[in-house]
């Protein structure tokens, strides 16, 4: 859904230069909105066959919108409930194939069918996550996956929070 910039049709290339385009385009003086924002729109045009990639800040017990490239999604995520509230409740990523069975899935975008939550550390704590969903069922169960983990991670390091 999103323009595409010609990245290499190789995944392992493909995702070797995004990786290295995210550590050139975020910088730990920047705001972090400003690093979000580039980084949401970088997943975008990488990624393929997504619907939704954007953050949700952890302030107290909610999760609220930041930056993101999609549909418009719900503001705010009620504590302890959805997709993107278990990955900060576990503290790890989580992986859900098919969202349509997983209990109290918040459906932003009706055409969603699977998701990846990465939570996104600072000094250890939980300061926000990083979600990406995808119209396509079981998106995110090959190699991609760890990447986008490992993408989130250089985030982490490079938060200005
Ligand atoms: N599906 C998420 C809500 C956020 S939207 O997907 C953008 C959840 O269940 O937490």
């Known amino acids: 859904m999103f323009e595409k910039t010609p990245y ?3 995944l392992d290339e493909r995702y070797a230069l995004g990786e290295a385009q995210l550590s050139a385009l975020i910088d730990p003086s920047y705001e972090e909105v400003t690093n979000d924002a580039n980084s949401a729109a970088l997943f975008a045009s990488l990624i ?3 619907n939704w990639v954007g953050f949700y800040y952890l302030r107290d017990d909610r999760l609220v919108l930041g930056p993101f490239q999609g549909l418009p999604a719900c503001s705010v995520l009620p504590a302890h ?3 993107c509230w278990k990955a ?3 503290q790890k990523p989580v992986y859900v194939d098919d969202v349509l069975s997983f209990p109290g899935h918040i459906a932003c975008d009706a055409a ?3 998701e990846l939550v990465v939570p996104i550390f600072d000094h250890g704590k939980i300061i ?3 979600d990406i969903d995808s119209a396509v069922p079981d998106r995110f169960s090959g190699p ?3 990447w986008i983990i490992r993408c ?5 390091r490079k938060s200005s929070v």
């Open 48 to 50: 393929d066959n997504i």
């Open 128 to 130: 926000k996550v990083l």
């Open 88 to 90: 900060v409740d576990d």
């Open 144 to 146: 991609e996956r760890d």
């Open 112 to 114: 969603s069918r699977s």
């Open 152 to 156: 989130a991670q250089l985030l982490s």
């Open 8 to 10: 290499p049709e190789n």
């Open 81 to 83: 409930k959805g997709v």
